[in-house]
């Protein structure tokens, strides 16, 4: 009697139903402890950095900076009711205040919800987000046990005052100084998140491009070169 064949088991129609319907493996997401940390540790240097400010600086008056650059860099306290830029900074309490508050926690609970839909391969974003929230929670931390927020970290430079000018080409009345308003690490933390932000975007956008999901595709369907069991 001559003998049967075996089953060809690389078609799909030899595989057995629960082969045919098993779920395909979650994708891990980012642990939620390497976010908390960096937020944490953004949140502190913050806050210290602040508190040394105002202990230090309050010695000195504004005509007498802390200067580490001459020219260039120096430490001297300020507060800003305000946002970036002065914003809102005449702006009554009854609006500022509340105005403020919706917006630093709407924008946590953002970077939060951001977070927990992550992709293993989005390294900027793991970084940048926390790094977001610590900036956002400080000077939140600010605006509600002081009213305002503790700035001291005071650079100036020729090109600031270059865009300055530019600046004032287009919008009347704008103020041309070579001072960069003032700041502190919580904005600091807050830029370079916002940067791999946007690096992470500009990256997902290459991922994303119809090429490099040709490319990706047809290594995919690329025939594998191990040697096949001999029938």
Sequence with gaps: MAELPPPDTSSPSSLGASDAIRPSPAVPRPPFTFFGLVAAVSLLCDV??????????????LLDPLVLVEQHLSFALAYNRGGAWGLLQNASETVRRPFFLVVSMAAIAFIVSLYGKL??????????????????????????????????????????????????????????????????VADISICVGVGLMALDMLL?????????????????ERPSSSPQPAR
């Design 48 to 61: 210290a950095s602040k508190a040394w400010a105002e202990v230090e600086l309050t010695r000195r008056s």
């Design 119 to 184: 992709q293993p391969g989005q390294r900027a974003l793991r970084w940048g987000l926390p790094l977001v929230l610590g900036g956002a929670l400080g000077n939140l931390a600010d605006r509600i046990t002081r009213g305002s927020v503790v700035d001291f970290i005071d650079y100036r430079a020729s090109w600031v005052e270059s865009m300055n000018q530019l600046i004032a080409s287009v919008v009347s009345g704008w103020h041309v100084t070579d001072h960069w308003p003032t700041f502190n």
């Design 204 to 220: 997902s956008g290459r991922r994303n491009h119809p090429g490099a999901r040709r490319e990706t595709r047809g290594e995919s």
